[in-house]
């Protein structure tokens, strides 16, 4: 069974962040009811305004705690944590259209507690998974791409030993292991760096787990990794 490390030179750099994933077995991703999840998204939307009460877009809080930390590594030019370009959406009227269900329901999440969300197919991993700094050789094809984009040495990165899985931290995803609508076995994440913000972040999990669990079946387990718990077993 894969093991999920966060490795010394990730807690060098963020020793108080907190990793907690949702690991979701024998689910049924497959489309049904496509007015269940665009309802989702659109009253998430509605709730993800209160992130943004301030004029200038990178000064509210969410946004602006992870602008520091993608300062703290190499990053790709433009590259923004996966929350900001989510509220940048809903700050310009644009609407998060529906992809499938683990999709829809992490990125309601995501919106509702100003968090970023993840999330990957546990079978395409090769050996286990790794949140760390990129050695700048790792094979990477992203989302919407057929061209190699490997990591910047340095960067933040999931990867396997089949090469990276997402670039920047949570910034872009691999076509690799993506969830679509065959996905089964997932690994889904929720990510915080602001300490304040704690009990949002394990209500964002409870709720997590409890919508795919809801909607999709299967078996449903949270686990929180930090400096104190760096590795679990996917199973």
Partial sequence: MPRFIIEDDFWSLFPHAKIGTVISQGIDNSIR???????????AEKEAHKFLSLE?????????VWREAFRKFKTKKG????????????KNGNHIGTINPLVDIYNSISLRYGLPCGGEDIDTFVGDIRLTRANGNEPFIPLGSDENASPYE???????????????????????????????????????????????????????????????????????????NREITIS
């Fill in 33 to 43: 009811d496509v007015e269940i999840y665009e309802k989702l998204l659109q009253e």
């Fill in 56 to 64: 200038d877009f990178s000064s509210n809080p969410v946004i602006f």
């Fill in 79 to 90: 590259a923004r944590c996966s929350i900001e370009a989510l509220l940048k959406r809903v």
């Fill in 154 to 228: 340095g960067e933040i990165v999931y990867k396997d030993d089949a090469g990276a899985i997402c670039r920047c931290w949570n910034w872009r995803e691999a076509k690799r292991t993506m969830l679509t609508e065959n996905t089964k076995n997932a690994f889904l994440c929720i990510e915080l760096i602001d300490e304040t913000r704690s009990d949002e972040f394990h209500m964002a999990l409870k709720e997590l787990s409890d919508l795919v669990s809801q909607n999709l079946g299967g078996i449903v387990k949270i686990e929180v990794l930090d400096i104190n």
